[in-house]
């Protein structure tokens, strides 16, 4: 646990006690709420006031600036605060935290040791941007004292995933920055783009992303089991989706979880008609976008994947109607399913990397032809070819490590078996030295300062 504070204080010392006064409030309130337990208006009572303390201070951290200059908009005020420099990783470590609340208000946990409850917390390899993390899974994992005897297997597979992560971050990632930053910059400035251009920078920054957040959750994971520790699924090949409610279990799978779970479902879910379902599904991705900053793009961002998923529940429904589901699927049907949630999510994050609504607009539009649809001479395609491949062919990390059940699954049996046997990963000498080769490679390419893109939310 010294070692996490270490890591977190390294960055800015000061919001060390934020995060300490963060643990020890929540603490004493989820024993209280254990201790009142039996006492069912107390324990909902002091469950109230851990989340308003919760939300309340990440909102005022998180929000406060947006929320003034946007009311300085709307009213011609002129209000002024201090621009807040937003604590390292304050979304994630209160998700988790809310979660221990909730759960313990309803009898789920029953572990009060704070030497454990304060490493589920600080955990420092997924303390910065998740997995958020689950106490059930973790805090039987940190009672065990094997995690404290070094274990070869467990050394080697934390090596292997970290390399592969760090491969992904600094060699593929980091690759499309150039392809990024110019489009999204002329996007910024209103210079004219065109088809070709402005299809690019999407799909630049569409694969980025990808691998910026496939490579943090490797790294995570590896480094976790480095000490033993198994963290739950955060990736699993978002991309090769075939609707957008799989894209949701596929990309960020803990904060899927968390919203379906303690937002989605307690606001009654499917379960009060078609029309409340869509309107909760739209409230959960608006917030779901609001999570990831304090912008109007990351909002409309969430509004629009609330319509993809809305449209994809209805689109079941006239299946099951009309008895379409029954039918024997072609094989382009898959293939054509993917490619449309592919675009839908790319134009998604058109809007979520735009800096203004207006932008993305106007970056949209030159994307369906509104400056006409020509293609250069000369096209050297290839960066994005061998990206489509990776994320449409290859396994993923978990398919090659599937023997030592490198995480937790999120959801069951959602890590399908690759069918080569000879890419499952194996403590040899040929994997060793494919390995430490892709680690070398990647550690050379750590010349230029790079940030992992989810650090940011």
């Known amino acids: ?134 106490h059930k899974e973790m805090l039987p994992q940190f009672s065990r004292n094997r995690i404290f005897s070094p274990s070869q297997e467990h050394l080697a597979v934390g ?125 959960t991705m608006l917030l779901g976008g609001i999570w990831h900053g304090a912008s109007r793009s990351f909002i409309l961002w969430g509004a629009l994947h609330g319509c993809y998923l809305s449209s994809n529940h209805l689109w079941q429904m006239v299946c099951k109607e009309f008895n379409l589901s029954s039918r024997k699927s072609s094989f382009w049907g898959p293939i054509v399913a993917q490619m449309l949630t592919f675009t839908a999510v790319v134009v998604a994050w058109v809007v979520f990397r735009a800096e203004t609504i207006s932008g993305a607009m106007n970056l949209l539009s030159v994307m369906f032809g509104s400056n006409g649809i020509t293609l250069p001479e000369h096209i050297k395609p290839g960066r994005f070819i061998t990206a489509f491949l990776i994320v449409w062919l290859a396994p993923n990390t978990q398919q090659i490590m599937i023997k030592f059940q490198p995480t937790i699954e999120t959801y069951s049996k959602s890590i399908k078996k690759w069918r080569g046997q000879w890419l499952q990963w194996e403590p040899n000498r040929v994997w060793g030295i494919i390995i430490g080769s892709i680690f070398l490679y990647a550690v050379s390419h750590l010349t230029d300062v790079s940030e992992f893109l989810y650090f940011q939310f």
């Open 1 to 134: 646990m010294g070692a996490s504070l270490f890591f977190y204080g390294w960055w800015n010392p000061i919001y060390l006690w934020l995060l300490l006064a963060s643990i020890l409030s929540n603490y004493a309130l989820g024993t209280t709420i254990g201790y009142f337990f039996g006492n069912k208006p107390i324990a909902k009572g002091l469950l109230v006031i851990g989340i308003s303390f919760n939300l309340g201070l990440l909102g005022y951290l998180k929000y406060a600036n947006f929320f003034v200059n946007e009311w300085n908009l709307l009213t011609g005020t002129n209000f002024y605060l201090e621009t807040i420099a937003l604590p390292l990783a304050i979304s994630f470590f209160t998700f988790q935290q809310i979660t221990y609340l909730i759960d313990t208000c309803q009898g789920k946990t029953c572990e009060y040791d704070f030497l454990h409850y304060s490493l589920f917390v600080v955990f420092f390899p997924q303390l910065i941007a998740g997995p958020i993390v689950h």
């Open 159 to 283: 090596i292997t995933l970290f390399s592969i992560g760090l491969f992904k971050k600094t060699v593929l990632a980091d690759g499309f920055i150039k392809y990024v930053t110019p489009v999204f910059a002329a996007e910024k400035l209103g210079t004219a783009l065109t088809f070709y251009e402005a299809w690019g920078g999407a799909l630049a920054y569409t694969f980025q992303i990808y691998f910026d957040f496939s490579g943090y959750s490797d790294m995570a994971i590896g480094l976790a089991r480095m000490f033993g520790i198994r963290l739950p699924l955060n990736f699993n090949s978002p991309y090769k989706a075939v609707n957008i409610r799989e894209f949701w279990r596929r990309w960020h799978i803990t904060l899927s979880r968390f919203f379906r779970d303690y937002l989605y479902l307690p606001l009654g879910g499917n379960r009060k008609g078609n029309v409340r379902q869509f309107i909760n599904l739209v409230i």
